[in-house]
Nanobody, 122 residues
């Protein structure tokens, strides 16, 4: 069993900052890419930022220069530092990890967290 637990969401005024954390636990052998996605009601879930095990990153155009993704491989944890937040960043943010685990005999599967709400007021 592999679990992803997100934390750090909340209510913030426009221009403010939040830091999201996602910790993976369970029968983990290794974690490949980790990422953050977001979803608003009535829309598809979209990629916000992704980071490989080696530290290569990519971002949605809408967050470039404002958000920074990072990870701690020793802690199986990924972070999303969100600065200069805008009302349009309001969404439920989900963590995703591509995990090799004992349960899947070493094959990699994608796992999702339960989501954390981020609300940016104008």
């Amino acid at each position: 069993q592999v679990q992803l637990v997100e934390s750090g969401g909340g209510l913030v005024q426009a221009g403010g900052s939040l830091r999201l954390t996602c910790a993976a636990s369970g029968s983990i052998l290794s974690i490949n890419a980790m990422g953050w996605y977001r979803q608003v009601p009535g829309k598809q879930r979209e990629l916000v930022a992704q980071i490989t095990r080696g530290g290569s990153t990519n971002y949605a155009d809408s967050v470039k220069g404002r958000f920074t993704i990072s990870r701690d491989n020793a802690k199986n944890t990924v972070y999303l530092q969100m600065n200069s937040l805008k009302p349009e960043d309001t969404a439920v943010y989900y963590c995703k990890a591509n995990v090799r685990s004992l349960i899947t005999s070493g094959f990699a599967n994608d796992y999702w967290g339960q989501g954390t709400q981020v609300t940016v007021s104008s």
